[in-house]
């Protein structure tokens, strides 16, 4: 299953596209009920700012590629994804659920997830940090955006989320592929990088700031109808994907990660006790505390031009 990176890039380079390619004014805005407004509105600005994180993903990941192709692949996705965001952001100024110059605020696990990546990520290993995106991009493409596209009937989300999922598609494939090559090393390394990272501080608060993070969009996800199915079939590609490779399945954070899918969603397991209590716990996090936000994270635009 081998993917031909030069020709991934040349794919990825022909395949841009600009909000400026979007007519915002199209008809059908109208067709979002008044009643749904509120909880699309806060659904909005959490896919609006996963994109935004998962765009500091990629400029870690751009440190860390395995060649320099994929390193300049690596640099697109960060653009797209900020793409996706300022995109999402567009349409939610389109259904008038933004005052002007407003960026919708994100709530507390994602401003601890921006300081985390601000003050981390780039000294996380490739194994860690090409294992979470990928979960986060099944789980986002899997669930989210579908859950979305069968709740919104306006023409000009749909043709947003194509364009939108072409990108994905390729984020995806591209991924899986990177975690093949993270489990060419020898078991041996592996594990030391493994649990040699276990015990730092970074990936101690990364999970402290992953966990209830997962639980709060679930809860959100569940409170909008989402059923439950959607979350555990996104999961269940997450394996699926990772199990179409030789060397994948073998890579320790992955077998983590697939194994913490499982229990997030099954909201019969226990893990969920745990997880709704740091949801709880995090609302009481000290607004002082919260760092100002980094500048990288302010560069939200809903401007065709941009
Ligand atoms: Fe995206
Ligand atoms: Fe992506």
Redesign the pocket.
Known sequence: MAIDMEAMLAKIQDRQWALADIDWEAPGAETIRPEFRPKLKAFMTDLCWI?NI?ARGFAALAKKAPDPTIAEIYRYFHA??QR?ANAELALMKRWGMLEEGEVPKPNVNIRLAIEWLDAYSDDMPLSVLGTVIPMLEVA?DGALLKFLLDSVQDPVCHQVFEK?NN??SR?IAVDFEVLEMIGNASARRLAIEFVGRLATPGLILGALMYVPLLNRIRNEMAGMGMDAERLYNAVKRFQQLGERGERTPRVPAYKLLRRHGGWVVNPRHPYQLLANSMVWLSDFYPKALLRPMPAWSKELTHNPAA
């Open positions: 994109e998962g797209e994804e996706h986002l939108i990108d994905e984020h």
